[in-house]
């Protein structure tokens, strides 16, 4: 069985192929960035409506496959803005109306989970999931994946944007903060904020604006401090849910899973305590078409009465029936 997954979320459209052996045939994407600013839903949705059509057709053509010769449709429902979800899960009705084959929504965030299983092998893992607009500490418990720990505001990837920003810098700002903070060499005490399982970050974003703001610290030290803190954190919290849940892997995604330091320090923990720590390739780690597709093919037997896009679904809302 081969399926085309859509992914449209936020600032990437992507399209991806892969067969239910987990052979991958292709994985495109092309996405929205801006010089100065974050993500302007608007402006993001008129991205993904101009390159929907030659993503799907590089996709398939990388793949060197026919659009007659897919079985199933999947998109990413959510969790999203609006705007942008609808681009893909129009484009993937089109695809399987014409083709006359089924079409599977799919969670983002759990896509993110299983595609990482998948390209590393991990068993039974906990996910640091770690994006723009997500961060969650995941594991399956039954039934369903728990969200053990997550975010009280801002996700740590919108977090790393917006003082990107500040500082003058362009969308995505997380890969600038990290060639920065490569350049810092003196850290610079900010507030740690963990609450129990969870964490928060935009407390630390304020007073680290405040800091620039003041002239009395170089911004490489800043970016360094930053990253030190806020991965400090989410490795926290991981370890955490690795104790809680008896678990010993742990595995990376999202964008912001991309750094490495972030992996360097997850890979510090997880030996530590006799666990393993596993990171997907980049293009894995990013939003991809092809975790979508993946996804699809796991929940291949999903029916839904109506299909739609879900912005607000959160992970611990779907029922995992494909294990």
Same mark, same amino acid.
């Given at each position: ?48 409506? #101009? ?16 659009? $007659? ?9 959510? =969790?999203?803005? +609006? ?13 399987? +109306?014409?083709? %006359? ?18 390209? /590393?092998?991990? $068993?039974? =893992? ?12 995941? +594991?399956?418990?039954?039934?369903? @994946?728990?969200?053990?720990?997550? /975010? ?32 810092? %060499? #003196? @850290?610079?005490?900010?507030? @740690? *904020?963990?609450?129990?399982?969870? *964490? ?6 304020? #007073? ?7 002239? $009395? ?27 809680? /849940?008896? $678990?010993?892997?742990? *595995?990376?995604?999202?964008? *912001? ?23 997907? =390739? #980049? ?9 979508? +597709? ?10 839904? %009465? ?8 959160? /992970? ?8």
């Amino acid at each position: 069985m081969l399926c085309l997954g859509i992914e449209s979320t936020a600032h990437t459209f992507g399209c991806g192929i892969i067969d239910d052996k987990g052979k991958i045939y292709a994985n495109v994407t092309d996405a929205y960035k801006t010089e100065t600013g974050g993500i302007d839903p608007s402006e993001a949705k008129r991205h993904h409506e #101009n390159v929907k059509d030659k993503v799907v057709e590089d996709a398939l053509k990388n793949a060197n496959l026919k659009l $007659k010769d897919i079985d199933l449709i999947s998109f990413s429902q959510g =969790p999203g803005i +609006a705007p942008c979800l609808i681009v893909g899960m129009r484009k993937a009705k089109e695809l399987a +109306a014409e083709l %006359k084959i089924p079409l599977v929504g799919v969670n983002h965030c759990i896509s993110h989970l299983e595609i990482g299983k998948l390209m /590393t092998k991990a $068993k039974d =893992p906990v996910l640091l999931y770690a994006s723009g607009a997500n961060t969650q500490i995941i +594991a399956y418990d039954g039934g369903k @994946y728990r969200v053990f720990g997550e /975010t009280l505001d801002q996700g740590v990837g919108n977090s790393l944007d917006q003082f990107a920003r500040h500082i003058g810098l362009g969308f995505p700002g997380g890969p600038k903060i990290e060639k920065l903070a490569l350049e810092g %060499k #003196n @850290y610079i005490e900010l507030p @740690y *904020v963990v609450k129990g399982m969870d *964490v928060s970050f935009s407390g630390i974003l304020t #007073n680290l604006k405040q800091k620039f703001d003041s002239k $009395k610290f170089a911004v490489e030290d800043l970016a360094y401090s930053y990253q030190e803190t806020i991965f400090a954190m989410l490795v926290e919290v991981s370890e955490r849910a690795m104790a809680h /849940t008896g $678990k010993k892997e742990l *595995v990376i995604g999202g964008g *912001v899973g991309c750094n490495k330091r972030l992996q360097e320090m997850c890979k510090i923990m997880c030996e530590e305590r006799n666990g393993k720590f596993y990171a997907p =390739p #980049n293009e894995f780690l990013v939003d991809n078409g092809l975790m979508i +597709a993946w996804l699809g093919i796991l929940q291949k037997n999903k029916r839904e %009465k109506k299909i739609d896009i879900h912005p607000y679904e959160r /992970t611990d809302d779907i029922v995992v029936d494909w294990k």
